[in-house]
């Protein structure tokens, strides 16, 4: 079946650029997201991107897809301490249409 | 590691009907779940966060009396959807913090509703 897998810990400071990594198994993968949670609260959608796109770009947020390398990233720009929180990274396999998570990136941003 | 579990996994009911689905932390206490729902090959969507012996907070556009939601211990959380259409027809995801505030959140494998 599907595997993702991410970095668990990323620490960077105020203002400086942010980038969480993401990588999969399943090459046929058609939608792949980026999730955020704060402490105690639900999934909150970020952004996605289609398999058949390698970029997309959203406000401070940019999404690369390496489709041959199977690696998905996340750029956040100007990263502020309201930032702090954990990404998941989820794909939908091209045989299901439920979603795969990866354990999540915790950001710490540092003032 | 933490499993949660929901029952059932999968369940076909008429129009009319209502389903209970139900999600367990099953080694673990768990002060706050949470409802997903998610639509063939598209996006999960919060519907609401559960609070053992509280109210359940529901995100905008999810109707309170259609999809009730019942926390009444720290292992067990409750979704009944109510007179079930066609167009409820989803998958339900729960997930469950493992400690309040933590980051530690564990999903269940999900139920797939559809309605006849």
């Known amino acids: 079946g599907e595997d993702v897998e991410q970095s668990l810990f990323l620490s960077v400071r105020e203002g400086d650029s942010s980038v969480i990594n993401c990588t999969y198994t399943d090459s046929s993968s058609t939608y792949l997201y980026w999730y955020k949670q704060e402490p105690g609260a639900g999934l909150q959608l970020l952004t996605y991107?289609?398999?058949?796109?390698d970029m997309k770009q959203d406000q401070r947020l940019t999404v690369l897809l390496n489709k041959k390398d199977k690696h998905l990233s996340l750029r956040i720009a100007d990263t502020q301490t309201g930032d702090s929180a954990i990404y998941f990274c989820a794909v939908v396999p091209g045989s299901q249409g439920n979603l795969i998570f990866g354990k999540g990136t915790k950001l710490s941003v540092k003032p | 590691g933490a499993v949660v579990s929901q029952h059932p996994s999968w369940v076909i009911c008429k129009s009319g009907t209502s389903v209970k689905i139900e999600c367990r932390s099953l080694?673990?206490?768990?002060?706050?779940m949470f409802w997903y729902r998610q639509f063939p090959k598209q996006s999960l969507m919060l519907m609401a966060t559960?609070?053992?012996?509280?109210?359940?907070?529901?995100e905008q556009g999810v109707e309170k009396d259609k999809f009730l939601i019942n926390h009444a211990s720290l292992t067990l959380s409750t979704l009944t959807v109510t007179s079930a259409h066609p167009e409820d027809s989803s998958f339900y995801i729960c997930s469950a913090d493992r400690t309040s505030g933590s980051y530690e959140q564990y999903f269940g494998p999900g139920t797939r509703l559809t309605v006849t």
């Open positions: 559960s609070n053992e012996g509280s109210k359940a907070t529901y």
């Open positions: 991107i289609f398999s058949n796109m």
């Open positions: 080694d673990f206490q768990a002060t706050t």
